[in-house]
């Protein structure tokens, strides 16, 4: 749970963006779209993909593919890559199991299609470091529940419901292969629905901002770890929208600091905490350049 005052910071910036996006829809689908390799590379270097940045883009952008890839991996980031871009195209479409799984099958396409599309079953258990996943004879009716006390959840704030999710169903890790993918493609469905940007799960720093909060989850079943960085991230999205859609450049924010003759480990703080209206980019800081700090 993060306090009011974070609450209420996500949620002027949310009556802005909204304000400013009225008419300007083509634009911000635009945006997306572009983030759509990094978000990809992401979530598949989380999961140990050899893939970089640059390999994801070439594979996206360009068609163009190394000899020396893994065949896999660049199936894996095609059929991401196609999930994320419908996720923009149909921002309405709820949660449901059925999507959940048409998605799983699309996830997996090329790559096992005996396990494409469907819930672990019978003798198939998974482990993830010393974490096993749920009974895959009580798998399918697991996610079942979550789903329902997801969608039913209308009284809690956004950001809660979306963490709980992301928590329970990684712990549930109901599919064969797939699950942190998926997962991290449902934190983004959830945001579109409820008419938030997309944001990035980023791999650096994974080891302090993402996989601690799980083993939290499973001691005391709460998922406030998650809530407090979706946070930061729906922030730092919902920053460079604003500033891409209001200002007149958008200038690395060393060298905003450099022209404003301020401390850059402050503000490199300030960036990071979200007190400021920062946002990465290929992991590089970025700012309006006529950002005035009050």
């Not at 963490?163 to 934190?187: S, V």
């Not at 302090?208 to 499973?218: A, E, G, H, I, K």
């Not at 079943?221 to 919902?238: C, H, I, N, P, Q």
Request: proline content about 4%; aromatic content about 10%.
């Amino acid at each position: 749970m993060v306090n009011k005052t974070t609450r209420t910071r996500i949620e002027t910036l949310a009556a802005q963006y909204r304000a400013l996006a009225k008419g300007r829809e083509t634009v911000l689908h635009d945006i997306a779209v572009a983030e759509i390799p990094e978000m990809v590379y992401n979530s598949n270097a989380i999961e140990n993909s050899t893939l970089t940045l640059k390999d994801t883009e070439d594979i996206l952008l360009r068609d163009i593919v190394r000899k020396d890839r893994d065949i896999r991996e660049v199936f894996e980031a095609k059929n991401l890559s196609k999930i994320m871009a419908s996720l923009l195209d149909e921002p309405s479409r709820p949660l449901t199991i059925p999507s959940i799984l048409e998605w799983h099958k699309t996830l997996l396409t090329g790559i096992n299609d005996a396990w494409a599309g469907r819930f672990r079953c019978g003798k198939e258990w998974v482990r993830v470091g010393s974490h096993i996943g749920a009974n895959p004879d009580f798998v399918a009716s697991l996610v079942e529940e979550a789903v329902a006390t997801y969608n039913a959840g209308s009284d809690e704030w956004f950001l809660d419901r979306i963490a709980w999710f992301h928590a329970e169903f990684e712990i549930i890790h109901p599919f064969c292969d797939g699950n942190g993918r998926l997962g991290r493609l449902l934190i983004n469905q959830q945001l579109l629905h409820l008419g938030y940007p997309p944001i990035i799960v980023k791999n650096k720093g994974k080891h302090n901002d993402y996989y601690p909060f799980f083993d939290n989850y499973v001691a005391t079943g709460k998922a406030d770890g998650f809530t407090g960085r979706f946070s930061l991230l729906v922030m730092e999205s919902l920053h460079k929208r604003i500033a891409t859609l209001t200002s007149r450049r958008i200038i690395p924010l060393n060298t905003w600091i450099k022209n404003a003759k301020l401390n850059p480990s402050a503000i490199l703080n300030k960036a990071k905490r979200q007190t400021i209206p920062a946002f990465r980019v290929h992991e590089k800081w970025m700012i309006a350049s006529d950002y005035e700090l009050a």
